[in-house]
């Protein structure tokens, strides 16, 4: 049984930093992507970033590019999105997000939260 589980959410004020963490347990990622999708209040979930497994492209969302970036450490299965000058629109539940072949799994969530 695949678990993906997310640390490092918070509380920040605009313009600080978060550091958040994407622990894969279960199975060994060689392939497919592994990225972060947010949903904010009253708003659709939408896709921030992801990371292919094996070639390390990335891809993110216009809102969060030179802001957000997002690394994997193949050792530890871990993937990570750095967020720095956030901004209070950036307020969201955060999920980690694996993709492998037709199989998706999904973490349980994590708060980020920037205040002005």
């Known amino acids: 049984q695949v678990q993906l589980v997310e640390s490092g959410g918070g509380l920040v004020q605009a313009g600080g930093s978060l550091r958040l963490s994407c622990a894969a347990s279960g199975r060994t990622f060689s392939s497919g992507t592994m990225g972060w999708f947010r949903q904010a209040p009253g708003k659709e979930r939408e896709k921030v970033a992801s990371?292919?497994?094996?070639?390390?492209?990335?891809y993110y969302t216009d809102s969060v590019k030179g802001r957000f970036a997002i690394s994997r450490d193949n050792a530890k299965n871990t993937v990570y999105l750095q967020m720095n000058s956030l901004k209070p629109e950036d307020t969201a539940v955060y999920y980690c997000?694996?993709?492998?072949?037709?199989?998706?799994?999904w973490g349980q969530g994590t708060q980020v939260t920037v205040s002005s």
């Open positions: 997000n694996a993709r492998v072949g037709a199989s998706i799994y």
């Open positions: 990371i292919a497994w094996s070639a390390g492209t990335t």
